[in-house]
């Protein structure tokens, strides 16, 4: 198990490794020492949590890796009741992790599979459906207003409307867009016409009149 | 049509999504292109709220994403917008790192517009 460890954190981007055993804990580890053993414990059964529920949707499960900006974590069962967790660069390329573990465990499995002397946990499984048809075609880009008198006023139009309905705000206030100035070439005394269409889609009066007081002093005077 | 369902058809552009499912973090759905959502639905609840337990208990910043890796790259990849879960299944044989890359941009996007909005709207104060 050391062996299994040490390997993979000889592998550049591997800060380092553990071997998780159900019932037992911690085999092996040789993570920085900034891993105390409760916080692995903690991540521990995160982890077996995670994998666990990926074993329950997909029979055909192989591993589980998590990104963060700091770094990646990994966690492949190799055995019924053996883990091999590792913590990785964030930028580190999986296929040259998985593979080099594949190498390291093709040793490493075998033996334990028969020192654990168990019979295998059967795991009830289905395959989730297969993808769907593929995607339809995209969509037309929205009309660019970059320069021009619309501009600023559609900047922060945009910006105040992501106010009102949060991140799905660029998606509808693009999409209104595209609509409101389709066919024609449109100028500011057009915009109000815009705040109307934007309006009804936010589909809330008490939202839709906060956005309506925001945008004025964007619209032309009446 | 809604902002949601808008949404789901930018997801749907992007090359290599074959399925996928927007849910609370709650369990509830949002949206879906799945058949029968439910198992997914858990998985990628589950898998969200525990990432997140890692990254509170390691003191990092928010998670990326979260794959399950399995044969043929059918892999399910899930990504964390504020509270709501985004799990995508890869079609077969796709390429990976540019599904990944491009989702993750769309979301940047999309929370990034929002905290500058947020900024601006404390500095009024």
């Known amino acids: ?222 | 049509m809604t902002g949601v369902q808008r949404f789901a058809n930018r997801i749907e552009q992007i090359k290599g999504v074959g399925n996928y499912i927007v849910a609370r973090n709650d369990g509830q759905i949002v949206i879906h292109n799945l058949e029968n959502p439910e198992k997914l639905t858990s998985l990628v609840t589950i898998g969200g709220f525990h990432a997140q337990s890692i990254q509170k208990t390691l003191g990092f910043s928010e998670f990326g994403y979260l794959i399950y890796i399995r044969p043929q790259n059918q892999n399910l990849i899930i990504f964390s917008l504020d509270k709501y879960y985004l799990g995508i299944l890869q079609k077969i044989d796709s390429n990976q790192t540019q599904l990944i890359e491009e989702v993750s941009r769309f979301l940047f996007n999309l929370k990034n517009q929002k905290k500058t909005d947020n900024t601006s709207k404390e500095e009024e104060h």
């Not at chain 1, 692995?40 to 074993?55: F, M, N, Q």
């Not at chain 1, 990994?74 to 573990?101: E, H, I, K, W």
């Not at chain 1, 705000?169 to 449109?186: E, H, N, Q, S, Y």
């Open chain 1, 1 to 222: 198990m050391q062996q299994l460890i040490d390997d993979l954190k000889s592998i550049p981007g591997v800060i380092g490794a553990y071997v998780f055993r159900t019932n037992q804990g911690v085999q092996c580890s040789n993570l920085p020492s900034i891993f105390k053993p409760e916080r692995i414990a903690d991540i521990t059964k995160s982890l077996i949590k995670i994998h666990t529920a990926g074993k329950q949707n997909f029979a055909d499960l192989v591993e589980v890796f998590i990104n963060y900006e700091e770094s990646m974590l990994f966690c492949r069962q190799f055995t019924p009741s053996n883990y091999v967790m590792a913590v990785c660069d964030p930028g580190m390329n999986l296929g040259v992790l998985a593979m080099s573990l594949n190498m390291a465990l093709e040793e490493v499995s075998g033996r334990v599979a028969a020192e654990e002397a168990s019979p295998p946990e059967v795991q009830e499984a289905e395959v989730l459906e297969q993808p769907a048809a593929p995607a339809p075609p995209a969509a037309a880009s929205p009309p660019s207003f970059e320069k021009g008198p619309l501009a600023k006023p559609l900047e922060e139009m945009s910006k105040l409307l992501a106010k009102i309905l949060g991140p799905m705000a660029l998606i509808v206030f693009d999409d209104t867009v595209a609509k409101w100035a389709a066919g024609r070439t449109p100028t500011p005394s057009d915009l109000p016409e815009l705040v109307d269409s934007l309006c009804r889609e936010i589909d809330d009066s008490e939202k839709a009149k906060r956005y309506q007081e925001l945008v004025q002093s964007y619209l032309p005077a009446a």
